[in-house]
């Protein structure tokens, strides 16, 4: 097992309860389990319009792996400008 | 340099932005200025909040930047956005362009202001008089 922090941001934030959450991953996961793992422990986020993950600042196909010392943040629907 | 990519918290400077841009070798620039509006689906905004995942959002206004000079012959784009609490007629986004002829900076403006709208993580929170939603996030 690995233990990955993660970025929250938006509403993200308010559903983590913090900018930062911490969760244990399987070595090797993909960004699909890590969506999954986390709809478990946070189902509101399945209530949003959408949400991706960003893996080192790029966002992530859910076919990617993630290792320990990525940085990892969950990006819920963009709004700037 | 022929960008400038910046997130600020402090006021965005329209001025700054021209001048940055200018140039001799330039026919045409187009500046956007984004500015925070009063009201919204008929309810008075009090104040915008925006917040931005820094170091990937000036990654990815730098592709959009990218694209624009690869699709349009454009000599200079500057994007300036703002974080933080802002008020009413304030400025959260300065986006300008700088071009031999008036089509590509038009062109490449806007696509560069509706491609950030859609890409680049940045949020918007806006705080009514009776509550506070961020925007876009529930379908």
């Known amino acids: 097992m690995m233990n990955i922090k993660i970025l929250a941001f938006g509403i993200a934030k308010d559903i983590f309860g913090g900018s930062t959450i911490s969760i244990e991953l399987d070595e090797n996961a993909t960004t699909k389990q890590l969506k999954t793992q986390l709809e478990t422990a946070y189902p509101r986020l399945k209530q949003l319009a959408s949400y991706m993950v960003a893996v080192n600042n790029e966002y992530a196909d859910d076919a990617g792996l993630i290792t320990e010392h990525d940085e990892i943040a969950v990006i819920p629907p963009v709004s700037g400008g | ?139």
């Not at chain 2, 400077?13 to 984004?34: A, E, K, L, R």
């Not at chain 2, 925070?36 to 206004?61: H, P, S, W």
């Not at chain 2, 929170?125 to 925007?135: A, P, T």
């Open chain 2, 1 to 139: 340099m022929n960008t400038q990519i910046e997130i600020h918290t402090e006021p965005l400077n329209v001025q700054s932005c021209i001048d940055w841009i200018m140039s001799p070798h330039s026919g045409g620039i187009d500046v956007f200025i984004g500015t925070v509006r009063d009201m919204t689906k008929g309810k008075t905004v009090v104040c915008l909040e925006f917040e931005a995942y820094n170091q990937m959002a000036i990654k990815e206004m730098e592709k959009i930047a990218q694209q624009a000079f690869d699709n349009w012959p454009v000599q200079k784009i500057l994007i300036h956005h703002r974080t933080g609490v802002l008020a009413v007629g304030e400025i959260p986004v300065i986006i300008a362009v700088s071009a031999a002829h008036r089509a590509a900076a038009f062109e490449a403006c806007r696509y560069i202001i509706d491609t950030l709208k859609e890409t680049v993580p940045i949020w918007k929170k806006e705080v009514f008089e009776d509550g506070e939603v961020w925007v876009a996030a529930h379908p």
